[in-house]
């Protein structure tokens, strides 16, 4: 998935909107957060992978043993 397209995706998740309401502020701050913090962080723990030449990310094969726990905190009481 491009970056930019993860940036969207999260940002309307986090604002509770679809991507096409969400701001491009939001959509900014997002990316950045994503770029510099996140992105690193998943890659460092074999989460994603990220093409800087291609500027997207791919979940790796590690990904999928996290499913069971996203599981739990979508049904985790608010």
């Given at each position: 998935?491009?970056?930019?397209?993860?940036?969207?995706?999260?940002?309307?998740?986090?604002?509770?909107?679809?991507?096409?309401?969400?701001?491009?502020?939001?959509?900014?701050?997002?990316?950045?957060?994503?770029?510099?913090?996140?992105?690193?962080?998943?890659?460092?723990?074999?989460?994603?992978?990220y093409?800087?030449?291609?500027?997207?990310?791919?979940?790796?094969?590690n990904a999928?043993?996290?499913?069971?726990?996203?599981?739990?905190?979508?049904?985790?009481?608010?």
């Amino acid at each position: 998935m491009a970056l930019a397209d993860l940036a969207d995706e999260v940002a309307a998740l986090e604002n509770g909107t679809g991507t096409t309401d969400v701001s491009k502020e939001d959509v900014k701050d997002v990316y950045m957060s994503l770029y510099h913090a996140d992105i690193p962080k998943l890659a460092a723990a074999d989460i994603v992978e990220y093409d800087q030449v291609q500027n997207t990310v791919t979940l790796t094969q590690n990904a999928a043993e996290l499913r069971p726990l996203l599981d739990v905190v979508d049904d985790w009481p608010s």
